[in-house]
C-alpha cells in the first residue's frame, strides 16, 4: 500500500502491481523500439501516456495540450570518419567517438593544433583555471575526465571524491566553445568516467539530438569528442610525453596547459532531419489558483534501435531506464487523483515525461527555458530515473549532500517509514548533474534525484545500463519500487499541502538564480 503520511498516517492508496507491470512491459517492449526520439516508437510512447493521463483524469498540462512540442535536429553523423594525428589512424566507435551540435553538413578539423589542457576547467571559486595563459582558439584541446578532486581523492580540492559540475562531459564541451576552441576529445577511463567505453560508444553514436538556437547552434564547440585510454597514451608518446605524468600534474594546483605540437585531421559529415519531439505534461490543479506547483516527472526516451558491427538490429529497450520511472509517475498520478477527487492539495502538481533526456536533457531545457507556469513559482522538482525493480531495502539513496532543504523532507520521510538515507555510493558519477532535474536547477528550482541503477542489482551497470540487455523482467520482485513510491508520495503530498519553498543550502549558481525571482 502507498500510505502518505504527510498526509494522515492511516490514509492509505494501493499500488496496482499489475498495471505497474503492464506499463513497463509495453513501455519497453521491441515494438517500441527504444523508444527514440523522432522514431515511430516516440509515436507509440506519446499516445500511451496521454492515453493513460486522461484515463487518470488529469487535465492537459501544457497551454491546453498534453503535449509540448521540442524543436530538435537530429543529426547523423557518417560512421566511416577516422581521426588522423600525425600519421596515426584512429577508427570510429572502438577508439574514438566524434559527434556535433552545430547545425551544418559537416565539421573538419584540418591541421588543428593539439593542446593538453589537464581537466579543461576555469573555476575561479577553486582557484583554478586550465586555461591560464593559452589561446586555443581555433585549437583541438584533450581534457580528462571528472575533476582534481576525484583525482586526488582530496576533500580540500574541489569536492574530493564527489564530482562537481566541472567534472561532467558536458561542462568540458561548454567551456572549451567560450574558450574558442575548434574541437575537443575528453580522455575516457572507467573510474572517473563512472561507465565503460560501451556507454561512451552507444551513446555517442548513430542519431544524436540537440536544441536549435537562433544561429544554428555555431556557438557551440564543432567537434566534441572521446579517445580510448589507451589512444590517448599514443597520442601522448608520439609528442615524446608520458600520459600518465602529465595527468598527475593536471591534478595539482598550477597546472600549465601543454602544447603537443601535434595536429589533428577529421571531416565529420552530417545527415541533418528537422523536426520537433515532444515533452508530456498533465496536470492536477490544486487549490491555490496555479501560483505554486510542484513537477513530478521521469523522462520517456532511451537509445533506439541501432545496428551492431554486423550490421544486426539491437533494441535498447531502456526497462529499468527509465520504462520503470515512468510507470512510476502514472502510479503516482493514479494516487494522487484519487486523494484529490476526495479533498484537492492545496498546490498544483504537473506529471511529466520529458524527451531526449540520453542526449543530454534537452527535453528538460527546452521545458525549463519554456515552463507552462513561471519557474520561480515551481517550489520544487522530484524525478525519478529508474527504479528499485528488486527487493525492498531498508534505505534510500541520497544524492548530494548539504545542498538543499528537499534533504530533510527526503530524511524526515524515510524515518517515518523506518528507512534511512544512504550517501550516494558513487558520488564520482556526478549523478547530481546527469539527468531532467538538472536543467530546472540551473533555472533555480530545487529538486530530488530518485535512482536506483545498480545498489541492489549490481550486474546492471556492467551489463544492462546504456545497453540491449536492459529488459522487462517477469521475475522481478517490485518491492523497491512499492516503498518507493510510498517514500516519493509522501513527500509529493507533504510538499504539495506545504506553505514553505526548499531553499537552497550551499552557495551556487542555482541558489543565486532562486535569489533572482526572490525566492
Not at 327 to 341: C, H, P, R, S, W
Not at 452 to 460: A, F, N, V
Amino acid at each position: 500500500m502507498l500510505a502518505f503520511s504527510a498526509i494522515s498516517q492511516q490514509d492509505e492508496f494501493s499500488f496496482d502491481a499489475v498495471q505497474y507491470r503492464q506499463d513497463v512491459r509495453v513501455l519497453a517492449s521491441d515494438k517500441f523500439g527504444g523508444r527514440a526520439p523522432l522514431s515511430a516508437g516516440e509515436a507509440l510512447t506519446l499516445d500511451y501516456l496521454v492515453n493513460s493521463f486522461k484515463k487518470i483524469g488529469l487535465e492537459p498540462g501544457y497551454k491546453g495540450s498534453y503535449l509540448q512540442a521540442v524543436p530538435l535536429a537530429e543529426i547523423r553523423a557518417d560512421v566511416d570518419m577516422t581521426l588522423s594525428i600525425e600519421g596515426m589512424t584512429f577508427s570510429q566507435g572502438d577508439q574514438f567517438t566524434a559527434r556535433t551540435q552545430r547545425i551544418v553538413d559537416q565539421v573538419e578539423l584540418k591541421n588543428s593544433e593539439l593542446v593538453f589542457v589537464g581537466y579543461g576547467i576555469n573555476a575561479p571559486e577553486y582557484a583554478w583555471d586550465d586555461y591560464q595563459g593559452i589561446d586555443v582558439k581555433g585549437k583541438t584541446v584533450i581534457v580528462l575526465v571528472n575533476d582534481p578532486g576525484f583525482a586526488t581523492q582530496d576533500d580540500g580540492l574541489f569536492k574530493g571524491n564527489a564530482m562537481t559540475y566541472y567534472g561532467r562531459w558536458t561542462y568540458k564541451y561548454e567551456e572549451a566553445a567560450r574558450q574558442g576552441a575548434a574541437g575537443v576529445f575528453i580522455v575516457h577511463e572507467t573510474a572517473p568516467a563512472a561507465y565503460g567505453w560501451g556507454v561512451v560508444q552507444n551513446s555517442n553514436t548513430g542519431s544524436k539530438f540537440t536544441l536549435i538556437d537562433d544561429n544554428n547552434n555555431m556557438g557551440q564547440v564543432g567537434v566534441m569528442g572521446w579517445v580510448q585510454h589507451d589512444v590517448a597514451k599514443q597520442i601522448f608518446a608520439k609528442a615524446d610525453l608520458n600520459y600518465e605524468t602529465l595527468k598527475l600534474a593536471a591534478s595539482k594546483p598550477g597546472f600549465e596547459a601543454v602544447d603537443l605540437n601535434m595536429k589533428a585531421n577529421l571531416l565529420l559529415k552530417n545527415t541533418l532531419v528537422m523536426a520537433e519531439s515532444f515533452n508530456v505534461v498533465a496536470k492536477l490543479p490544486g487549490s491555490n489558483k496555479g501560483d505554486e506547483t510542484l513537477v513530478m516527472h521521469a523522462h520517456w526516451d532511451h537509445l533506439g534501435t541501432k545496428l551492431d558491427a554486423q550490421g544486426n538490429k539491437q533494441i535498447f529497450n531502456g526497462a529499468v531506464d527509465n520504462a520503470s520511472g515512468v510507470a512510476g509517475v502514472l502510479a503516482l498520478a493514479k494516487a494522487f487523483k484519487a486523494k484529490a477527487d476526495k479533498m484537492p492539495f492545496r498546490r498544483d502538481i504537473l506529471f511529466t515525461s520529458f524527451t531526449a533526456e540520453e542526449t543530454g536533457l534537452i527535453g528538460a531545457q527546452h521545458f525549463a527555458q519554456n515552463p507552462p507556469v513561471a519557474t520561480k513559482n515551481i517550489v520544487a522538482f522530484l524525478n525519478i530515473d529508474g527504479m528499485n525493480v528488486n527487493d525492498g531495502v531498508d534505505y534510500i539513496l541520497g544524492y548530494g549532500q548539504g545542498v538543499s532543504e528537499l534533504e530533510n523532507y527526503l530524511k524526515e520521510a524515510s524515518a517515518t517509514l523506518k528507512r534511512h538515507v544512504k550517501a550516494d555510493p558513487r558520488p564520482q558519477n556526478g549523478l547530481m548533474y546527469r539527468s531532467d532535474h538538472f536543467a530546472l536547477a540551473q533555472q533555480g528550482v530545487p529538486g530530488l534525484l530518485f535512482m536506483s541503477l545498480g545498489d541492489t542489482d549490481p550486474d546492471y551497470i556492467a551489463h544492462k545500463y546504456h545497453k540491449g540487455q536492459d529488459d522487462y523482467d517477469n521475475t522481478w520482485s517490485l518491492g523497491g519500487v512499492r516503498q518507493d513510491l510510498q517514500l516519493i508520495g509522501d513527500i509529493l503530498a507533504r510538499l504539495a499541502n506545504d506553505q514553505a519553498w526548499p531553499r537552497w543550502l550551499e552557495d551556487s549558481d542555482f541558489k543565486a538564480r532562486r535569489a533572482e525571482d526572490g525566492r
